[in-house]
């Protein structure tokens, strides 16, 4: 209740934090996948922005289905493991079956970068460690954002792209954007 002159007491809340994801999926249908799982993420926050689809050659692990990628801008309110606790919710709901390490998956969903957050634990690094050597991060991501900066490496996401070796196949599907 707001009087007049009184305004709300809210130095308890916390401003929302702008969180850059990565999902990906290579089993079932790969599009419904990144759909669902873009519909479920609003559970942890605002979806404020998301990138077209790519198809994606599998790194690694590469005796598998190529993958369809895509990066979502997200706001939210939660800490870092507590926003992780909330993507492993949604990745089990989704029928992910953690077998073989980097092989085949209904949904991956992957935290790239929190707001200029580092941090390196048992459980949890920010930003991804990985991220700057893979084009099917990069691409994606720098559609849109491609000025966000790397909290360690203080490059943009267009200049890490762009540095990349070539090879890493990534073709931007031909399909609407989704819509958020």
Request: proline content about 7%; overall charge positive; some cysteine.
């Amino acid at each position: 209740m707001e009087t007049k002159g009184i305004k709300p007491d809210t130095s308890s809340r916390t401003m929302p934090k702008l969180v850059y994801l990565s999902l990906g999926s290579n089993v079932g249908d790969r599009e419904t996948q990144l759909r669902d799982a873009q519909a479920r993420l609003s559970a942890a926050g605002r979806v404020v922005a998301v990138s077209s689809f790519y198809e994606t050659e599998p790194v690694e692990f590469t005796q598998q289905p190529w993958f369809l990628n895509c990066a979502v801008a997200l706001e939210t309110g939660k800490t870092p493991q507590q926003l992780m606790t909330a993507i492993l919710r949604i990745e089990e709901e989704m029928g992910r079956q953690r077998g073989q390490k980097k092989g085949p998956r209904s949904i991956d969903i992957d935290i790239l970068i929190f707001e200029d957050m580092i941090m390196d634990s048992n459980e949890l690094t920010i930003p991804h460690p990985a991220m700057h050597q893979r084009r099917f991060v990069l691409e994606p991501l720098a559609e849109i954002a491609p000025e966000l900066l790397h909290p360690i490496f203080k490059k943009t996401i267009s200049e890490l792209r762009d540095a990349l070796p070539a090879g890493q196949a990534v073709r931007k599907l031909r399909t609407t954007r989704p819509r958020i």
